[in-house]
C-alpha cells in the first residue's frame, strides 16, 4: 500500500507539472546577436536580496541587472543566460534570485571577469544582493569526474556533459525543497542518487542539459531537452515516471517552469523563469 502511495503521488506531481508547461506560452524577447555557442562551464549564482531594499525594488531593480549581464558576456562566449525567481512565499532559506550562465569555456569567463568591465559588473551585484549570503557555487563539477555518495551543498554539478548551444531546445528550471522528516545529509546522499538517474533515464529520451546546485535545504536543476514536445512524452513513459516518483519520495516541488524570453523593457515576475539569450536571437 505504500509503495502503491508513493507512485500515486508521483504520478500525480508530474501530471501537475506537465501541465503548468504546457499551458505556458513563450513571448517574444529582447534580441541578442551572437554565433552559435556550444557551452562546457557553467556558474551558479544564487541572490538574496539586500536586506535594506524592500521587495518591490529589488524586482524593479532585477530587469535592468539581468541586461547588463548579457550586454557584458555577448559574443565573449555566452551561450545563456537564465534566471528563475522563486514564488513569493518561498521559503526564508530559498535565495530571491537563481541564474545560470552558460560559457563556451572557463577561459571565456575568466576573460570577461578580468576586464575594467568585468570588475566594475562583480561590484554592481552588491548594489541589488547581500554580499554576505549571495555567491556563485564555488566549485563545479562534472560528474564522470566524481564517485561521491553525496553531493556537497553548495556546488555545482554537469551532470549530462554534453556540449550544446543552451539558446536552443526547451529550457526548464526546477527546484525542490528538503521534504519535513529527511535529515540534511541523507537529503544529500538521495539527492547524489536521484540526479544520477535522472540524467541516466532523461538523457535516453531528449534531455541535453542538465545542470544541479546542491544545497542541503534545496535542489535547482537547469534542464534543456531537444524540444518540449520530447520533455512531455518523457514524463508519460516509465523512465520519466521512475524519476518523478524518485523524487517525490524527498523532496516536494517549489517551481517548475519552462523559461520565457526575456524582455529587455519588462518588469519581471514571482515564480517565473527567463532565458536572455533564443534560438532567433543569432
Not at 42 to 67: E, I, Y
Not at 148 to 172: A, T
Not at 190 to 203: C, F, P, Q, R, T
Not at 237 to 252: P, R, S, T, W, Y
Amino acid at each position: 500500500m505504500k509503495t502503491m502511495k508513493i507512485l500515486t503521488i508521483g504520478l500525480t506531481a508530474m501530471i501537475g507539472l506537465q501541465s503548468a508547461c504546457a499551458s505556458l506560452m513563450r513571448s517574444s524577447g529582447a534580441k541578442f546577436n551572437r554565433d552559435a555557442v556550444q557551452a562546457t562551464y557553467f556558474r551558479v549564482w544564487s541572490g538574496f536580496k539586500k536586506p535594506t531594499m524592500n521587495q518591490a525594488t529589488f524586482m524593479d531593480s532585477l530587469p535592468s541587472f539581468m541586461n547588463e549581464t548579457v550586454e557584458l558576456y555577448q559574443n565573449k562566449g555566452l551561450s545563456n543566460y537564465i534566471v528563475a525567481i522563486p514564488p513569493q512565499s518561498k521559503p526564508d532559506f530559498i535565495p530571491d534570485e537563481f541564474a545560470l550562465v552558460a560559457m563556451k569555456d572557463e577561459k571565456s569567463y575568466r576573460d570577461v571577469r578580468a576586464t575594467p568591465e568585468g570588475q566594475k559588473y562583480s561590484e554592481r551585484h552588491w548594489e541589488v544582493f547581500d554580499n554576505e549570503t549571495s555567491k556563485s557555487a564555488p566549485k563545479f563539477y562534472r560528474m564522470s569526474e566524481v564517485q561521491h555518495e553525496s553531493l556537497e551543498s553548495g556546488s555545482s554539478y554537469d551532470m549530462v556533459e554534453k556540449s550544446i548551444d543552451w539558446s536552443q531546445g526547451y529550457n526548464l528550471v526546477y527546484v525542490g525543497t528538503r521534504k519535513e522528516g529527511t535529515t540534511k545529509s541523507d537529503y544529500l546522499k538521495k539527492l547524489a542518487s536521484h540526479v544520477k538517474l535522472a540524467a541516466k533515464n532523461l538523457n535516453a529520451v531528449g534531455l541535453q542539459g542538465y545542470i544541479v546546485l546542491a544545497n542541503e535545504n534545496y535542489e535547482v536543476a537547469y534542464l534543456n531537452w531537444s524540444s518540449k514536445a520530447a520533455h512531455d512524452k518523457a514524463f508519460t513513459e516509465k523512465l520519466g515516471q521512475e524519476v518523478g516518483i524518485d523524487g517525490a519520495e524527498f523532496m516536494d516541488t517549489l517551481m517548475y517552469l519552462p523559461t520565457e524570453k526575456f524582455e529587455k523593457q519588462t518588469q519581471v515576475n514571482f515564480s517565473k523563469s527567463y532565458s536572455s539569450i533564443n534560438e532567433d536571437s543569432k
